[in-house]
Structures are given as C-alpha cells and as structure tokens.
C-alpha cells in the first residue's frame, strides 16, 4: 500500500486524473489484518475503475485463502 490510511484530498485528485488517462493504480491491501485497504478511503466515484488492490494468500494444497495477515478488500 501507499502508506496513507486517510482521505487523501490529493491522493483523490491525482488518481481521478490518472483515471481520465485510462490509467490503472495496483495498490498493496495492507498487512495489518484489517477489514479494508490501507486507502480505501481514497476511493470516489470518479476513481473508482483506476484502482486495483492486491491482497496476499497463503496456499492450502489446492487451493488459496487470505494471508493471516493481509488486508482484506471489500
């Protein structure tokens, strides 16, 4: 993650621009084993399709679950 668990007025604006640029943002989720991103709350209607968050799985055999230890998304 960037770091920035706060709304972020320019975080917001930069990211809404990049959006307008078809332009995608790949953001960690955090490792705090929380419920939500470290900047979800930097997320708007208007930058909403330039975010992609990436959370970490532990493998179980055939398969893969949230790390203990990652942010969940959503």
Partial sequence: SMGNSGNSPVWISAVTEYARTG???VNA???DAAANPMDYLNVT???RAAWLFVAAL???GTSYSLASYSNQCG
């Fill in 23 to 25: 332009g995608l943002l």
């Fill in 29 to 31: 989720t955090g490792n």
């Fill in 45 to 47: 209607a208007d930058n």
């Fill in 58 to 60: 532990t493998p179980n």
